[in-house]
């Protein structure tokens, strides 16, 4: 086992050193292009509809390049799921306005974890020459100062363990630019920390039960580090789903579009067959679509927006399979 500076510090100052932009395992499929293969055929199921949806997300894009949040503002993260959304549909991207958008943001010097993954994520579906090299390994180096001493990786600087979440976010990140995490076995020993006492994964260690969104994370990052899957994750997520939709939690009051989308993508990564909640399924996220060409994210939403609206398409297409 490779081993890591303990230091934060030290971790961030090794990337280039360690690091030095290795690339992903030749043939492999990154997150963001399994998502997108798997969304572009949401439209099988759509049928006509699909031309609806095409008309909201156009709608959600603002002058000045970004899509708008629930407030209507331009939002990085909503802007992520509005790129997406229209590559899912094969239409054009805002390539001249989202440019100028994405430049405003230069390397990241403001952005925290979340948002750092989300800009490198729109500058991986941007032509390749729009970002400058000097910047993608600058928003790299930033990602990297959020590893946690423990290997794996956390939107506070100051956590001591890393969470499932944010190492999804991060190995993301790192694969929109051209390069994997380095120390890729210590964040696979972070995120084995992290597996709850149910079997499933949480986004803290030592927890009694895990939630469907940390183990949906887990079961893609465990696939990307070579990771073993026990098949008992699949039962954990299939017990999941009630009403044709996924709860989060054990506590959650209703099933939820986000929860949905990502156990059907962790169940595909796990070759699980959805053979007998398809249907369920298929009227649940029915149930959640509105005229506009949108999907709200649970039954008591009624703002439809880009994220839950790529959600709705990324479930589609698995049950589309």
Not at 105 to 126: K, N, P, Q, T
Not at 155 to 182: C, E, K, N, V
Not at 294 to 309: H, K, L, N, Q
């Amino acid at each position: 086992m490779s081993t890591i500076p303990a230091s934060k510090a030290s971790s961030a100052a090794s990337w280039e050193k360690s690091s030095t932009r290795s690339k992903s395992k030749a043939g492999a499929v990154s997150v963001r292009r399994e998502t997108l293969q798997i969304a572009r055929l949401a439209p099988k199921l759509l049928g006509d509809s699909a031309d609806l949806v095409g008309q909201f997300i156009r709608g959600q894009l603002n002058a000045d390049g970004g899509f708008r949040n629930r407030a209507g503002d331009s939002d990085l993260y909503y802007t992520v799921f509005g790129l997406q959304a229209l590559l899912s549909l094969r239409l054009d991207l805002p390539v001249e306005s989202a440019t100028i958008y994405l430049r405003g943001f230069g390397a990241g010097e403001e952005l925290d974890l979340v948002h750092l993954s989300c800009l490198a994520r729109c500058w991986a579906m941007m032509p390749a020459s729009a970002l400058a090299p000097a910047n993608s390994d600058a928003i790299i180096a930033r990602v990297e100062s959020y590893r946690t001493d423990d290997g794996g990786y956390h939107a506070s600087r100051d956590a001591a363990h890393g969470s499932a979440y944010h190492a999804f976010l991060a190995m993301g990140a790192y694969q929109d630019l051209g390069a994997m995490p380095p120390y890729p076995d210590r964040v696979a020993a972070s995120l084995a920390a992290l597996q709850s006492a149910d079997g499933a994964f949480a986004n803290d260690p030592g927890r009694p039960r895990g939630s469907t969104p940390a183990t949906a994370a887990a079961v893609t990052l465990i696939r990307h580090l070579d990771m073993p899957a026990s098949p008992a994750l699949a039962d954990w997520l299939l017990a999941r789903c009630h009403d044709g939709g996924f709860f989060a939690s054990p506590d959650a009051p209703v099933p939820d579009l986000l929860s949905t989308a990502t156990a059907l993508h962790a169940l595909s990564s796990l070759h699980a067959s959805i053979d007998g909640i398809r249907e369920g399924c298929l009227d649940f996220v029915d149930s959640l679509w509105t005229s506009q060409g949108a999907f709200y994210g649970t039954w008591a939403d009624d703002v439809p927006d880009c994220e839950y609206t790529f959600y709705g398409l990324l479930a589609l297409g698995h049950l589309a399979v």
